[in-house]
């Protein structure tokens, strides 16, 4: 199957094309952008779960509608879900203070509101990634990552939040750990090992 990942995220290609490889039935991972597709995704979903599964049947459809056949369309819909904001930025985060705002505002942002909220630290990344089979089956699976806000950015690695995610265990934000090492824990990770058993599953039952 040609794998199609409803994203247009380099960094996030990244990670999924690492995380994926080895899968005998996986010929290619492509970026919707890099299949030739550019629907327009409305993601008025109340959870992950469904967010992600919007955006798989959407591109699904668009891919079906322009000849394209034996493909596995995957997509995710991820956040930071932070306890003192009562789970903000959740599944806005991609949106969170505007599409065009800097990472480095937004964290330094929620830095500041943790800090005045004075209570827990403790945050959540959390990745639900959907699945549309050849045959039009669906499922979606969770991965999450359990941390704390950091006091300040640390780190060069990762994306997005990654600075600022405090991993105690590790006594690291995500974005202080080597690639391989993050996605062994991270909550995208987790979830894409999950939807390789999903996939694994898929095709005991259809071979």
Do not use: W
């Amino acid at each position: 199957m040609k794998v199609i990942f409803a994203t247009g995220n380099k960094d996030k290609m990244k990670e999924i094309r690492e995380i994926l490889s080895g899968m005998d039935s996986v010929k290619d991972v492509v970026s919707m952008k890099e299949a030739g597709l550019d629907p327009e995704i409305i993601e008025n979903g109340s959870t992950f779960e469904e967010n992600a599964l919007i955006k798989a049947k959407t591109v699904f459809m668009e891919a079906k509608s322009k000849g394209m056949t034996d493909i596995l369309v995957l997509a995710d819909d991820s956040g930071l879900c932070i306890d003192a904001l009562n789970g903000e930025p959740g599944i806005y985060s991609a949106r969170y203070m505007g599409k065009d705002t800097s990472y480095k505002e937004k964290n330094a942002n929620l830095i500041e509101r943790v800090n005045k909220a004075n209570t827990t630290r403790r945050a959540e990344f959390v990745c639900a990634i959907a699945a549309i089979f050849p045959d039009g089956e669906s499922r979606v699976v969770r991965g999450t990552i359990e941390g704390e806000i950091a006091d300040k950015e640390y780190g060069e690695n990762g994306f997005g939040f990654d600075p600022i995610f405090y991993v105690p265990s590790l006594k690291k934000t995500t974005a202080q750990i080597p690639p391989e090492e993050k996605h062994a824990i991270s909550h995208r990770g987790n979830a894409l090992r999950l939807m390789r058993k999903e996939i694994l599953d898929y095709e005991s039952l259809n071979c």
